[in-house]
């Protein structure tokens, strides 16, 4: 296992959508709660990219609480606006995992020109930035005890610690 000075943040996944009416106030400004399942949604697009799901985890008794939280508000988003969160992985163990997400606005063209296979160079996405934020999660069991992916999902541990090496993307 690498020391966390030999780890380096993963590369950006995304996924996109249109801001739903009923996630803006009357104002049609998105509530500032809504980005924690933007959030939450660019994880789980993120671990089904690698090929697993939350479910097969949850399934297999692993279970990924978050523990702590940093959102950073810059723009808001808007009813209808077409939204992409970027999210990657910046430090990864066999009992915790960090993210780092980024909420931004990006024109048609732009949209269209994210290629899977793209690779960022710091500060270097595309379009607006509304919401920066971090996560950092613990893997617990069905009892809410810590548990050791390593031990409990070791194809997920290795999809994840791979990913995070720069390694089978």
């Not at 992916?149 to 999809?159: E, F, I, N």
Request: aromatic share 14%; with cysteine; proline share 5%.
């Amino acid at each position: 296992m690498p020391s966390k000075d030999e780890w380096r943040p993963s590369r950006w996944y995304w996924t996109s959508f249109r801001v739903r009416y009923q996630e803006s106030d009357q104002m049609g400004v998105v509530y500032h709660a809504n980005y924690l399942n933007w959030f939450e949604m660019g994880r789980t697009e993120m671990i089904r990219e690698l090929g697993f799901s939350y479910r097969g985890m949850e399934e297999e008794g692993v279970l990924l609480p978050v523990v702590d939280l940093d959102i950073k508000y810059r723009q808001p988003a808007q009813y209808d606006d077409l939204v992409t969160v970027f999210t990657r992985m910046t430090a990864f163990s066999p009992l915790r995992i960090h993210y780092e997400y980024e909420v931004r606005l990006l024109s048609g063209q732009e949209l269209a020109d994210l290629d899977a296979s793209m690779m960022f160079p710091e500060s270097g996405l595309p379009g607006a930035l509304l919401t920066a934020g971090a996560t950092r999660h613990v893997w617990l069991n069905r009892e809410w005890k810590p548990a050791r992916l390593d031990k409990c999902a070791p194809k997920l541990y290795d999809a994840l610690k791979d990913t995070l090496l720069g390694r089978k993307e």
